[in-house]
Nanobody, 123 residues
């Protein structure tokens, strides 16, 4: 079974940057799509970004397009979310997730989740 652990969250001022990391263990995720979601206080969890198993396709929610970049390092069994131009509306717990279907493209089913890392952006 895959376990996912996020890191890199913290407190940053508006306009700043953070890089979130997601380390997978238990088995390789190199053949699985990876994604990031976030959940702000009192709100539902929302999709942020996803990357295909080999990194050739990425997708973002409109609100982060052009500011956030999702990437992965399959050799290291990790995924990343580079967040630039942060604003207070980005404050949330950020979750890493994976769709454990090998080489899959299409509508993802996010079946495995990490515990999340807190990102707080001050104005």
């Amino acid at each position: 079974q895959v376990q996912l652990v996020e890191s890199g969250g913290g407190l940053v001022q508006a306009g700043g940057s953070l890089r979130l990391s997601c380390a997978a263990s238990g088995r390789t995720v190199s053949r699985y799509a990876m994604g990031w979601f976030r959940q702000a206080p009192g709100k539902e969890r929302e999709f942020v970004a996803a990357i295909s198993w080999n990194g050739d396709r990425t997708i973002y929610v409109d609100s982060v397009e052009g500011r956030f970049t999702i990437s992965r390092n399959n050799a290291a069994n990790m995924a990343f979310l580079q967040m630039n131009g942060l604003n207070p509306e980005d404050t949330a717990v950020y979750f890493c997730t994976t769709d454990p279907r090998e080489y899959y493209y299409g509508t993802y089913s996010w079946d495995i989740w990490g515990q999340g890392t807190q990102v707080t952006v001050s104005s």
